[in-house]
């Protein structure tokens, strides 16, 4: 890794930890979406923006945006974006790094004198992370245009519906339309890896080719609720058994298919429960989530149409049975634009750092922006790719590489793009 | 089936299900242990109790018994006994049809001018269900002297400790001495099978020669939390994919043991836990627990013996291990009375009525009896093995066989025990 990068180490380290340490106190590191600490999340990030010589607006998305204007009158704008609005009991990178980091490329252009014939802005996104409304990427969503009506009224817990929470963030539905963004010439991320693979292949940058497709399917195992003391092995349906037989099958298949040269795939049971679930009752019902993420989506289809009797099989002399096999939902790949990460690998080399080029099996604010203009991202390294929890840790020196690399793209961009 | 029991068919079947209808309205059928409708099922007990010409008495526990005095000064007591409470949303037969034909047995001696030398006794004996106090058996536990200050002490939601409780029943828990019983001649038990055997051989009775031992086993499986999207399929270490290894190896070596030939044996995974159960995250952890029950001790220590090496190895390959393994319960094996036995066996053949000798996998109030008396349990069949739940079901004719080898073993005892 190169020593003298064109970025402020230092002051982009301290914003972050500064922003960090701004925390629900009883459970670090929480900053939830449309909660008064994200609003104070908001205003220091607003701050650091205007530090930067950047001018500060909500969009009507509720949207937080940084700008600077570009020299050439109607070119259109190169922007950096994430988020700053967390999971419960995260960390203290994810999002947060990559809107500092596109505050620290401001600062540097400031710094440098660098003179843009582009517009830039960076984008602090509303409500990457799921939020108390069910729904994930709510800003960058509006961005696109794709925010829906019926999205706009679903309402949290307490009774607050979406579009209200939006306002009350500084946003304005009434006039979301004009959130929507046609102006945009390049859309860069940067964010942390939340896997283990850039650490183990000892790589400083992440060129993310796609983000992942992800089909989420609802699998209900029914067997039969009999007494535990009583029945005989023999003459049981036990659901769990059925279900265990899924689960193994389920890992075997997905650690194939990963292993054979169609990129990223990955194949997870993460929800899974029994009933009734006790000791005493031999269980009648399992229902279980699974979750698979493919780079090419038709691999991905390949998979869940060769599943159902995948499982079948699998459980054939279990006396159980599939009742329920259901997508829940099922997102398409998005793809970073070639010419773009030829930029970022450019860049990555003329710093000196070493990049490994893969897919995000997670979703980012960049599926939405790829909707509309060319975008791409790049991933920093996460020790041990432990993401999601307080341990989620990047190096100063490794945030610093990665939005050195955004500068350098930014400064390559303004010249290559019209 | 005989057509001719020396059994009021009808006035068992009428009391029985005058018993179920004292019920929760919302949720047949449910007779908790200490709440108002146990006390007034309590009551309509009783009062059948003393139809039967049984004087009535609840014993410092807080059982409920009826009793008819014996020509020879200082015999000891033949007892049939039972429970009329039940789980939530329960059946109408588990337990009370045991009450309620034992109060036939009584009404079908006064009715024949039977003249005993023992007392006899219908105990309905207190809270055989795990009850609001997580504690089954608590009547027979007391007349078996079992009853122990610290379960004494054990407070339900509300914060009532059992002692206060056992007292609010009719109990008088300072006395609790007086309750343990040491003139009991022989304990009898009818119960249904709450299991499939007698239907699927198409026996009339069970005769039921041990109550099975119960192990639990709280097994904790470990892995590690890792984004579901992001983290490679080989880098994982899914708990879920081992407990699923875990599940399926448990039921492929309960299903060998009870195949081999010593008696009941069944081992059952009921309650399954994972965490954090969320889509998009690796389960870390999942623990499960373990009910295995054995008709011979030796057989079910042979199981829990090699039960940790046999999951290690189906685990193995999972990247995860097994955190904890803590037996959480022990309960010893019941055996029956083989002299009672055979007395039930005869007075079976005696009314033209078929059996089958078995073990119950589930726990009953003999159990307790069992330690200080000679015991014996006889099944009736249970429809389609179906127990704890609104379509538990046994025929009138089937509870009325039942009674009626009460009867017949209950004249023989009175002759044959000193």
């Known amino acids: 890794m ?12 301290d914003d972050l930890m500064a922003l960090a340490a701004l925390t629900d106190a009883d459970r670090p590191w929480t ?61 203290r990178f994810d999002g947060t790094a990559g809107v500092m980091a596109g505050i620290a490329v401001a600062r540097s252009l400031t710094r440098h004198g660098a003179k843009l014939d582009h517009a830039f802005e960076v984008i602090d996104c509303l409500a990457e992370e799921v939020s108390i409304f069910g729904l994930s990427c709510i800003g960058s969503r509006a961005i696109a245009g794709q925010l829906s009506e019926e999205q706009l009224t679903r309402s949290e817990p307490t009774g607050e519906i979406l579009a209200a929470a939006i306002d ?21 991320e940067m964010h942390i890896e939340q896997g283990p693979v850039l650490q183990d292949e000892r790589r400083d940058i992440g060129i993310v080719t796609a983000i992942a497709g992800i089909t989420r399917i609802e699998i209900v195992i029914e067997g039969r609720a009999d007494h535990a003391g009583t029945t005989p092995m023999t003459l049981r349906q036990d659901a769990l058994v059925g279900a265990a037989a ?38 009648s019902r399992v229902t279980l989530l699974l979750d698979a993420r493919a780079e090419e989506r038709g691999f991905l289809q390949g998979f869940v149409e060769e599943l ?57 604010d960049m599926a939405w922006f790829s909707r509309i203009a ?6 920093i390294p996460s020790k041990d790719g432990r993401s999601h929890t307080p341990d989620e840790w990047s190096e100063p020196g490794e945030i610093a ?11 390559r961009l303004d010249k290559a793009l019209a």
């Open 374 to 379: 060319p975008s791409a991202m790049i991933f």
């Open 2 to 13: 190169r020593a003298n990068l064109p970025i402020d180490e230092t002051g982009l380290w």
């Open 168 to 188: 009350r963030m500084g946003g304005d539905v009434d006039e979301l339309d004009t959130a929507k963004r046609d102006d945009i010439a390049a859309y860069l």
């Open 401 to 411: 590489a990665g939005a050195a690399v955004l500068y350098e793209a930014v400064l």
């Open 246 to 283: 899924a689960v193994s099958v389920i890992a075997k298949d997905a650690r194939r298919r990963a292993a054979a040269g169609h990129g990223h795939f990955v194949a997870t049971v993460g929800e899974f429960r029994i009933e009734p679930n006790a000791a005493n009752v031999v269980p």
């Open 308 to 364: 159902r009797p995948l499982l079948t099989r699998a459980m054939s002399g279990t006396a159980t049975r599939i009742s329920e096999f259901r997508i829940l939902s099922d997102a398409l790949p998005a793809l970073s634009d070639p010419r773009l990460l030829d930029v970022l690998e450019d860049a990555s080399g003329a710093l000196g750092l070493t990049t490994h080029w893969m897919a995000s099996g997670a979703g980012h």
């Open 31 to 91: 900053r939830r979406a449309f909660s008064p600490m994200f609003l104070e999340g908001r205003a220091f990030v607003a701050e650091r923006m205007r530090d930067a010589g950047l001018a500060v607006r909500i969009d009507t998305a509720g949207n937080l945006i940084g700008r600077r204007e570009g020299r050439t009158e109607d070119a259109k704008t190169i922007v950096i974006g994430s988020h700053s609005d967390t999971v419960p009991d995260g960390g």
